[in-house]
């Protein structure tokens, strides 16, 4: 699970694969969401329900394109190889 969230970390932060990687992220958080029900703290305000609308946000957003290595990704051999990394 610990390595699962640095690679999903770090894919965030450099902005490579955004589309799988917020799909993975949103599936994570959800899992941890029905891990811990009923909910210990507030239930409207969930924090990784939080996290998912901010993934999707960001996402939606464009925010990967602004700080991210997103130029450079697009142009590799990999991500024209395997279009699911876009």
Do not use: Q
Request: glycine letters at 10%; charged letters at 15%.
């Amino acid at each position: 699970m610990m390595a699962g969230l640095l690679c999903l970390g770090i894919t965030l932060i450099l902005g490579i694969a955004e589309k799988l990687t917020t799909l993975f992220a949103v599936i994570l958080m959800i899992f941890f969401t029905l891990s811990i029900l009923p909910p210990s703290d507030n239930p409207l305000l969930e924090y990784h329900l939080v996290y998912i609308l901010a993934l999707a946000a960001v996402y939606l957003g464009g925010g990967y394109s602004c700080l991210g290595l997103e130029d450079r990704w697009k142009g590799s051999g990999l991500m024209k190889r395997f279009l699911i990394l876009e």
